[in-house]
């Protein structure tokens, strides 16, 4: 039973230390892995999990926890080295960082699931690792290996074990970042880079259905440009539509692709599928929407399941006649879509109980709890 205070953001402030990434934690208990365990009461306090926060509150909001993974990568070394656990906390930047200054960044999400059994799973990260790698290679970035993005990843959930909500109240999201945190005054790539990952406990992104405006002014992604990758630079630039859509009652944003401005992609921060008897579509992976770890993971769960895939270029009417449609992403999970709207015409769809995207979404999270079993080697026991 919850007996501690409520997540409030006075609560959060009051946890908060300031903490300069320098040095490893050293003079603290290790486990087996060497990492230091988060229940350590003297480092992180006596509150257990059940006094954390108030777990049936959770949303999509950053609740600070105990630790966060650095890695760097200086000038001339060309690879990453000396990862280590430190404290949650700031972190100290030159003015004149590439990712200030310039925006060279990436960023990757993924979440550490609690299931029935107590056990702490991660879904797929060398696929996180693999996408921050394709990412690096258009920005000009050295990245970690495979090993080393999946070995920080699990000490960070390790570390923040406590902060893993009970089943089915909700994850610990992983936010892995590549920055370039060297000095660089002219437009060049940083002469220095830092892996980050930190993780807040978190619930639902959206409640309910999704219920879309289509774009058709503004454009997330050009081809050519970095719509494919997880650059930190595609998000702000959406801000406005979304944030005008959300002023008309909308949940977020579907864009069209800049090419054509006929064919959908993708929405603020998730996939988007669009089913149609026996068929199940998707926009293909083209330079122009995220290669999404969800959505790769639907089309193997559905075509199991008996559904034709096709991964093709999906125009507006089709998602606008479509049986059903539904959005995927580690944040979201999967999420059905209850309306489109494109100029003043509103389209509705069917939702809930016996849907296509029900049945996916009960799928997808078993696996990732343990409920169903997991026969592609997709998880990942952390304990
Ligand atoms: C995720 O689904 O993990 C994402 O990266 C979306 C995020 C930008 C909230």
Not at 68 to 94: D, I, P, W
Not at 312 to 328: K, S, V
């Amino acid at each position: 039973m919850f007996r501690g205070k409520s997540c409030s953001a006075e609560w959060i402030r009051s946890r908060r230390r300031d903490v300069f990434v320098t040095k490893p934690l050293r003079q603290c208990s290790r486990n087996a892995i060497g990492v230091q365990t988060a229940s350590d009461a003297s480092i992180n306090g006596d509150r257990e999990e059940h006094d954390l926060c108030n777990w049936d509150e959770l949303k999509f909001s950053l609740i600070p926890t105990d630790y966060m993974y650095v890695m760097k990568c200086s000038s001339g070394e060309g690879a990453f080295s000396q990862g280590h656990l430190t404290r949650y906390g700031n972190v100290e930047l030159s003015p004149s960082s590439g990712v200030l200054n310039y925006g060279q960044g990436l960023l990757e999400g993924l979440k550490a699931y609690r299931g029935d059994d107590n056990r702490i799973r991660l879904f797929r990260p060398e696929q996180n690792a693999l996408r921050m790698q394709m990412g690096a290679e258009r920005m000009c970035m050295p990245s970690p290996t495979a090993e080393q993005f999946v070995g920080s990843i699990k000490q960070t959930a390790l570390a923040n074990k406590r902060w893993v909500p009970p089943p089915g109240k909700g994850s610990l999201y992983i936010r892995p970042l590549l920055l370039g945190t060297g000095a660089i005054l002219g437009v060049a790539p940083s002469p220095e880079y830092t892996f980050l990952a930190y993780a807040s406990p978190v619930g639902n992104y959206f409640t309910g259905s999704m219920h879309f405006s289509v774009e058709d002014k503004v454009y997330r992604a050009i081809p050519g440009g970095t719509g494919g990758i997880k650059s930190i630079t595609n998000y702000s630039p959406i801000y406005k539509a979304v944030t005008q859509a959300k002023a008309k009652g909308f949940t977020d944003v579907l864009f069209l692709d800049a090419a054509t401005g006929k064919n959908i992609e993708e929405a603020t921060a998730c996939n988007i599928f669009v089913a149609k008897g026996n068929v199940i579509s998707t926009p293909p992976i083209a330079g122009t929407i995220l290669p999404g770890i969800t959505r790769k993971t639907i089309i193997e769960v559905a075509s199991w399941l008996g559904y034709q895939i096709e991964e093709r270029a999906i125009p507006l009417e089709e998602l606008m006649n479509a049986d059903e449609a539904f959005c995927t992403g580690t944040a979201i999970a999967i999420k059905p879509v209850g309306s489109v709207t494109y100029q003043g015409q509103r389209v509705e769809y069917k939702t809930g109980e016996g849907t296509l995207s029900e049945t996916l979404f009960r799928t997808l999270t078993g696996i990732q709890t343990g409920r169903i079993e997991d026969t592609m080697g997709w998880i990942v026991e952390i304990d």
